[in-house]
């Protein structure tokens, strides 16, 4: 499996994401074709594979929250929790960030997965929050901050992400007390 993925990052890299098959990423990587679609249901899955292992980590982080951490801590808890897994991950994902900003399918796949996080958020923060309402929005802002400052920080590892990640829920706290600015 990370053959595969990391086959294929070099292949999209060079090549461009359009013009490879799994084919050739089973071939780079010294698979079967069989073998690539066992694992992976279409080469745009060998991207977004970890979506399934972060989302448990943000739900396993999220529960881990301090029950009297309003929702917006909450998330914040929870993204801070996963940095190490994300740090962990950045050789691979800073060159499929640059693949998928490079690709209009691929954002928009990226969006739909984004989605799904939001949604899984929303359920979690629904025992915490007053409304469903305000679990849906807090979880809609929070995963924006989260993706925008992840993608920020595999751009430009400098400030850290630790950092980052305090500065935009100071901020989404700021605007949140305080809309008018």
């Known amino acids: 499996r990370l053959r595969l993925q990391q086959a294929a990052i070099d292949l999209f890299a060079s090549d461009g994401f359009e013009t490879v098959t799994a084919a050739q990423i089973a071939a780079r990587a010294g698979v079967t074709e069989r073998t690539f679609f066992r694992h ?12 399934n292992v972060l989302l448990a980590a943000l739900e396993a982080g999220l529960a881990e929250a301090p029950s009297s951490a309003g929702e917006l801590a909450a ?3 929870a993204f801070r929790s ?3 897994l994300l740090e962990a991950n950045r050789p691979f994902s800073q060159p499929r960030q640059r693949i998928i900003a490079a690709n209009p399918a691929l ?6 997965k984004l989605t799904v996080l939001v949604d899984a958020m929303t359920e979690a923060l629904k025992a915490r929050a007053k409304t469903d309402l305000r679990a849906r929005l807090a979880a809609t802002t929070g ?4 993706a925008m400052v992840t993608t920020a920080w595999l751009e430009d590892g400098e400030p850290d992400l630790l950092s980052r990640l305090a500065e935009s829920e100071e901020e989404l706290r700021s605007l949140w007390a305080n809309p008018r600015g």
């Open 40 to 51: 992976f249901p279409d080469k745009r899955e060998v991207l977004f594979d970890g979506q």
């Open 143 to 146: 995963i924006a901050a989260f």
């Open 107 to 112: 954002k928009e796949r990226e969006a739909a």
């Open 75 to 77: 998330l914040f808890h």
């Open 82 to 84: 996963v940095v190490p």
